[in-house]
């Protein structure tokens, strides 16, 4: 009978919250969250790495994820992708550049902006 009554005291307790709020650190993944501002500071941090090696940025697509570069007959795009655990994933592909360390340097300078 006791149990009983501390069972209900319990449950009508539990029914009066108004309900429990979660706080997650700053910059903890969560999955099936996406973090706009981790996306928005890769995407920067790409734009950012292309121009800071002479590229022309002629298109900047947030919504597609996608950054292209131009110097002289050669291109260079970047394609970021917001994972399922919160991350970005950043790839950049050449096309057409007469200087094969290019992309390495974009690279090594888009670390740098994300300060890795």
């Given at each position: 009978m006791k149990a009983?009554?501390?069972a209900s005291a319990c449950a009508a307790l539990l029914a009066a919250l108004p309900g429990?709020?979660?706080y997650v650190a700053p910059g903890t993944p969560?999955?099936?969250?996406?973090?706009?501002?981790?996306?928005d500071r890769s995407f920067s941090?790409?734009?950012?790495?292309?121009?800071?090696h002479g590229l022309?940025?002629?298109?900047?697509?947030?919504?597609?994820?996608?950054?292209?570069?131009r110097q002289g007959e050669g291109t260079v795009t970047a394609t970021l992708r917001q994972?399922?655990?919160g991350s970005?994933?950043?790839q950049f592909d050449s096309s057409g550049?007469?200087?094969p360390q290019l992309i390495d340097r974009i690279s090594r300078s888009y670390d740098q902006r994300m300060g890795r």
């Open positions: 009983l009554i501390v429990c709020t979660y969560v999955p099936g969250y996406s973090n706009p501002s981790t996306f941090a790409a734009s950012g790495a292309m121009r800071d022309a940025v002629t298109m900047e697509d947030r919504a597609s994820g996608t950054v292209v570069g994972q399922p655990d970005v994933r950043v550049m007469r200087d």
